[in-house]
Each structure stands twice: as structure tokens, then as C-alpha cells.
């Protein structure tokens, strides 16, 4: 497995990546369920080409590579990607691809590039092969059409491009901001998977923190409706379904100081983890924090 492209600045994710979940073999509880109603919808994997954007450490990207996907997996965060590799060599598994680029810097390189040679020369796309990219000059055509499409107004129709990947994947990642990107992430597979925040996670450790230091925005609260009313929009047909999770997370004071540092952070709060820890230490008992956590999820497949 080798890492292709240029290495992006450390950002938030890096600071989050030694304690975000890890690869173990399987998925877990929540992953399980996801791949259990897509494989009621008739989704294989097996030596399917796919784009997992936002990878991170790789939960995903890893159990489908064992499932037999040829899996490209992109980020933003070097400090992510990290955690994949160790994950990766740790159960001996190959990707096709680690790219440390964000989705734009992703498409602006197979725009200017093609599909062949989008992040270096080992960079490996296995088109559908109804794209019938056969030589060099059908490769630029392509390319130009994607880069027109790219250039296009909010209001513009799905790009006009054959599906690059036979399967785009994104799981409960901020990669994709705009309408564009929404387009381009549903014009680079023949089959699109997409899960994400369909409602505010509620959690009773970060809950009154954000009431006393949170900005009040809203990430990724709204990030499924958003897509969906894309989808409306455009009249493309698809299967969804919700998700739900009820669990209760058990942190070190240490850890949860951070972890809560962390999503204030990402909110725009200036707040310091002395203020964080003089708050949360009321709650520990045992010298742990109790975390209920409540969220829903759609999971979309196209």
C-alpha cells in the first residue's frame, strides 16, 4: 500500500485521529446494521472499484478492501490516514489508494489530470466499463467534460460524466460542502452510498458545555436533508433508510476534557480545557464522565 499526493496541512482531524475509532476487523454494532440493510438492498462489494471520501482511519475502507473492493481512499487529514496505514498493516490488508487530499483537491486533480493520473502515477481507476475510456484522447474529453461540469452554477444539472468508480462511498464525513460538491460526488460512481447526520447528536456530557461556550452553528445536523433535497431536485430515484443510536460512552476526566475541547473547538468556541475540566470534574465519579449520547442517521443508496 502506498500513500499518493501531497500532503495537506494539519488540521482538527489530526488533533482527534489517536483517539477516533479504529479498525478492529469487523465493524462495529452501528457498521453492522449499516452493511446488514445493504445487503437487504442487493449491494455486493466484491471486486468492486470504490471511493470511500473522508475515509479516516479507515473503519470502512479496511472491512470493505476485506470484502474484495478495490477501495481509493481520500482525506484531508495526514493524522487520519496515519491511523489507517497502522490499521492496515496491522491486519495485512491492502488499499488501492491512500490520498491525503480533500475532495476538492481530489477533483481538481482529476479534472486536470483524467482519470489515469489524477494523484501520481500509480494512481489505479478502474472505470465501469460503460464509460469506454479506451486511449488517451477519450481520457482528456473526459476530463475537460468533468472540469466544464465543475465550473458550473449551484443551479447546474448532475454532472455529465460516466461514473469513474463503480461505487462512491461516504460515511458520516464533512468532505462534501457545497452543491458542487454533492454533484461531483454523485457523478464519480454508477452506485452511490451515503450516510450521515440526520438529526443533532445529543450527548448529556457536551450539552451544557455548548449552552455555556458553544457558538450555536450547526455542522452536520442537517448534512442528509441537504443531500436529499439534491437528490428531490434532481429527480434521482433512490433507497433510504433511518438509523438510530442510543449508547452511553465512559471517558477518563483527562479524555473527556479533550474530547469535549475538541467539538467546541470544531463549533467556533474559544474556551480553555482548565474552564472544560472545572465543569466536567463535578460530574466524574470514580474519576470517569459518563456520556449519554442519542443520534439518528440516513443511510442513502443511489
Known sequence: MEKIGEKSDENSWDKKSESYAKFSGEPGSFGKRVFEILRGWGVSFASKSLLDVGAGTGVYSLYLASLGAKVTAIDSSEGMLRELRRSAEEFGISLQNVLNLSFAEFCERLS?????????????????????????????AQALNFKNSASRSRESENFKIPAVFDIAF?????????????????????????????????????????????????????????????LGARDIKFKSEILTERREQKRSLQEA??????????????????????????????????????????????
Open 112 to 140: 486536470r489530470d483524467g482519470f489515469a493520473d489524477a494523484a501520481g502515477e500509480n494512481f489505479k481507476i478502474y472505470p465501469h466499463p460503460q464509460s469506454k475510456i479506451s486511449n488517451a484522447q477519450d481520457q482528456e
Open 170 to 230: 461516504l460515511t458520516m464525513s464533512p468532505a462534501l460542502k457545497s452543491t458542487e460538491d454533492f454533484e461531483a460526488f454523485l457523478a464519480l460512481g454508477e452506485r452511490k452510498i451515503y450516510l450521515n447526520w440526520a438529526s443533532e447528536r445529543n450527548s448529556s456530557m457536551l450539552a451544557p458545555l455548548f449552552e455555556r461556550f458553544g457558538t450555536g452553528a450547526k455542522r452536520l445536523a442537517t448534512a442528509a436533508e441537504k443531500f436529499e433535497a439534491l
Open 257 to 302: 476534557v479533550q474530547n469535549a475541547a475538541w467539538h467546541l473547538h470544531m463549533d467556533g468556541a474559544e474556551v480553555s480545557e482548565r474552564e472544560i475540566e472545572e465543569i466536567l470534574k463535578k460530574r466524574a465519579k470514580g474519576g470517569m464522565i459518563s456520556d449519554d449520547i442519542e443520534a439518528s442517521f440516513k443511510l442513502f443508496y443511489i
